[in-house]
């Protein structure tokens, strides 16, 4: 017996229809007869107290027989390998209520189920053609309205839907981010990229709501609320009973979530158009008025499998699959109607297949359009770049601020946190969009001071510490960037950031690739990190480890080892965000912010002057101490860089040798070819990485020497041990050392020197994205 329900289920409703145009044959008699009387004004309520109409209705019904026979469709083009996803709808098409019932310029987070309220919605804007623009991303072409080929996604500029990942439940923080950022937005007073009175919108499933990223975003949403902030979010669970093949406990959903307190809770038969619209209105309608987090538990099947390639007889029966197959809230809907005298089962089987010809027409038109067919053109809108634009921008002074006191000047040199301190003033001048939260960042200022006073001076709807989840905090930076703010997220440690880190890799730098950079989320997050602190040990407070930030497509690294540097680049991570919404992490070196001095107490050699306001520090753009010295290259960066100056004077003073050090200061991407032309200058190069080996920023700088210069360079390198930091006097042990950066000096220098210094590699290079 072949196992194809995708014919299953179109056949039993085909059938349907024509059982009933039977039955409706003979009471079309009777009503001639005068027995029955007919029923269905397109225009009235369908019972009193309802706001449905019979023309809504149809309307859709309409929209969930075009979502299923999408369904119908991806499996057909599978089959051709013309299409690349088969996850449907079907069983789901009640959601098709929320389309109509929540407006077009409501921000609106998906779930990959919520076909029927996408088609429903677009109608909303005649102009946009869900059913081709489904199709064109089912097949992965270029001109895929929304990802442009690289992802089928639900998701619409114009009707503001952003695309969203496949990584269940991670779409939630952002979703209560930009609930919250709306009332943020009001009461600053800052236009925002959609209406005031919205709500947002996020649906997923029932066993994607039991995941801890869920699990904070409702918490975070219901900890606001529970503050009396506004948080108008209206959560959209599509409970069909199942996760793939693990079955959510009966009755889960509503005993979890009926009863948490500032929720409210609304259970909806979503098998039923009729009564999934009642309930699906009274809970956007609280939504709206209240401006309170909201819970629509939309009951549902899953017809069709998880997906195509879902062996479901592993585990259901085949009696329980078409147990549930009988259940098609489609035959429900063709029944409404029916009965309602608003369509003849004929009329609705003609509508049927009209649609299903359309859905193939259209089909052949969007397998036929042109793929992605090179790196470029994959690549294009995943970190846009205008380098000029950037550091215009970047080198913008700010108008003095309305309404906001101006600071003294700072006329002595400072250390780092000082600096940091005061670049933050300046942007958060520069930029009233710009907002900064975290962890203790208001009154305390943060854990090192940084944060110091912003509250004060630009008030706490813009500096505001948030619950303790590092997911919520960036969540919170995505959903406000979304909606046009430009938010500056704190994480309190590197450390912290690991257990979030999706939140930057799946979401954030994913967005503008997923919706060929219609969507943008710019942010510019700072981390304070790296080892070497004193007073505080161990791992979780000395993380060395950037590798999870380095893999991330499209994100930014920056690490600057001084306080006018931090300064200035802080300036191009705001313009960065600012003209190309880039999302943009600044690694702040715990182990400096209070450094004073470089060589000796006293020497006040690592204090600076704040930097005026025309300076910035272009990405990729290095800095280097002694170009004049030829006997060797020392690379480094952060902590390694203030190490390598001390150990280069040593080298110069005690043993005669000279070196001249690199300070990369953008970890991501690096400028290999800059950090190349001083190697083959000195031919001889030290690398000095404080992060451990595995998967650190040493290996790709070693890679890209090799390929640049082959052998005529010759290259050492030192890094931290592949180990967790330990605590106190153990920690230096696993560390690079200024002594065992001064010893790997001096023999890196008593080797020959590579090749001849100008000697090209003969190598490919690897092309660099987005330097200058
Ligand atoms: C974080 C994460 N873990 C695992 C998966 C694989 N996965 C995809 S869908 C799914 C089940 C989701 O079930 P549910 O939330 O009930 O949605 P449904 O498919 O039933 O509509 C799983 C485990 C994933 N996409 N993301
Ligand atoms: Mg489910």
Not at 81 to 98: F, K, P, R, W
Request: hydrophobic content about 45%; some cysteine.
């Amino acid at each position: 017996m072949s196992f194809n329900r995708a014919e299953a289920i179109d056949q039993q409703f085909v059938a349907f229809c024509r059982e009933a145009g039977a039955i409706q044959g003979r009471t079309d008699a009777a009503m001639r007869s005068g027995a029955i009387r007919p029923s269905g004004a397109l225009d009235a309520p369908l019972r009193p107290g309802f706001t449905l109409t019979g023309s809504m209705l149809i309307d859709l019904f309409d929209s969930q027989m075009a979502c299923r026979h999408l369904d119908l469709m991806s499996r057909l083009l599978r089959n051709r390998d013309a299409g690349y996803y088969t996850i449907g709808s079907s069983g789901h098409e009640g959601n098709a209520v929320l389309g109509a019932l929540v407006r077009h310029t409501d921000p609106s987070f998906l779930h990959y189920r919520s076909g029927a309220l996408m088609m429903q919605r677009s109608k909303q804007l005649p102009e946009v053609d869900y059913i081709l623009d489904t199709l064109l991303s089912q097949a992965a072409a270029a001109d895929d309205p929304i990802a442009g080929g690289r992802h089928k996604v639900w998701g619409s500029k114009r009707l503001w839907v952003p695309p969203q990942t496949s990584t269940i439940a991670s779409h939630l923080p952002k979703a209560v981010g930009a609930a919250i950022a709306l009332e943020r937005a009001r009461r600053l007073n800052l236009s925002l990229a959609c209406p005031e009175d919205s709500i947002i919108l996020v649906s997923f499933g029932d066993a994607s709501l039991n995941h801890s990223v869920a699990q904070g975003a409702i918490n975070s949403a219901l900890w606001t609320a529970f503050q009396n902030i506004p948080a108008p979010i209206l959560f959209v669970c599509e409970d069909n009973g199942i996760g793939i093949s693990v079955r959510t406990p009966p009755n889960w959903v509503e005993a979890s979530m009926c009863d948490r307190p500032g929720l409210g809770y609304f259970p909806a038969d979503g098998l039923d158009l009729v009564e999934a619209w009642q309930d699906a209105a009274a809970a956007v309608a609280y939504c709206r008025e209240h401006r309170r987090p909201t819970f629509l538990h939309l009951k549902v099947i899953r017809m069709l499998g998880h997906a195509g390639s879902d062996p479901e007889l592993n585990y259901h029966t085949m009696e329980e699959i078409e147990a549930v197959e009988r259940l098609d809230p489609l035959l429900t809907s063709a029944r409404r109607v029916i009965e309602l005298g608003l369509m003849s089962a004929q009329e609705v089987l003609d509508r049927y297949e009209s649609i299903r010809r359309r859905v193939a027409e259209v089909a052949e038109i969007a397998v036929a359009r042109p793929k992605l067919k090179s790196v470029a053109e994959i690549m294009r809108p995943l970190a846009p770049y205008h380098a000029d634009e950037v550091h215009a921008e970047a080198t913008r002074a700010a108008a003095p601020a309305d309404g906001i006191a101006p600071l003294p000047p700072l006329r002595e040199p400072r250390h780092m946190a000082v600096l940091i301190n005061r670049g933050l003033h300046e942007m958060l001048e520069k930029y009233p969009e710009s907002c900064i939260f975290g962890e203790d960042v208001a009154k305390k200022g943060g854990v090192y001071n940084v944060t110091t006073g912003l509250w004060k001076r630009f008030g706490t709807a813009r500096i505001f510490n948030t619950l303790l989840d590092e997911t919520t905090i960036l969540g919170l930076g995505l959903g406000a960037a979304h909606l046009g703010l430009l938010p500056i997220p704190e994480i309190q440690y590197l450390a912290y950031l690991h257990n979030a880190e999706d939140q930057i890799r799946g979401e954030a730098c994913s967005l503008q690739f997923f919706s060929n950079d219609q969507f943008r989320n710019p942010m510019v997050v700072r981390i304070a990190g790296l080892a070497y602190q004193k007073g505080f040990g161990g791992h979780f407070h000395n993380d060395n480890s950037i590798a999870a930030l380095r893999d991330v497509p499209g994100l930014i690294l920056a690490v600057p080892s001084r306080g006018d540097d931090a300064v200035r680049m802080l300036r191009t991570c705001m313009a960065l965000a600012k003209v190309d919404g880039r999302v943009v992490v600044i690694l702040e070196p715990i182990a400096l912010y209070m450094a004073k001095d470089l060589h000796v107490d006293g020497d006040g050699g690592w204090q600076f002057e704040y930097p005026a306001a025309n300076q910035a520090i272009r990405p990729g753009e290095g800095a280097v101490y002694h170009e004049q010295n030829r006997d060797l290259t020392i690379v480094s960066y952060g902590n390694g860089l203030f190490m390598s100056l001390r150990a280069a004077k040593s080298l110069a003073e005690k043993h005669g040798v000279r070196a001249r050090v690199l300070d990369l200061r953008w970890l991501n991407p690096i400028n290999h070819d800059w950090i190349a032309q001083h190697a083959r200058a000195t031919g001889r190069v030290l690398v000095v990485d404080e992060c451990r080996r595995a998967g650190g920023l040493g290996e790709a700088i070693v890679a890209g020497l090799v390929e640049r210069c082959g052998s005529a360079v010759r290259t050492d390198l030192i890094t931290a041990h592949d180990t967790y930091v330990p605590l106190g006097p153990a920690m230096p042990l696993v560390m690079p050392s200024e002594a065992q950066i001064l010893e790997a000096a001096l023999t890196a220098a008593r080797r020959s020197a590579g090749g001849r210094a100008d000697t090209p590699s003969g190598r490919e290079v690897v092309p660099q994205a987005q330097l200058p």
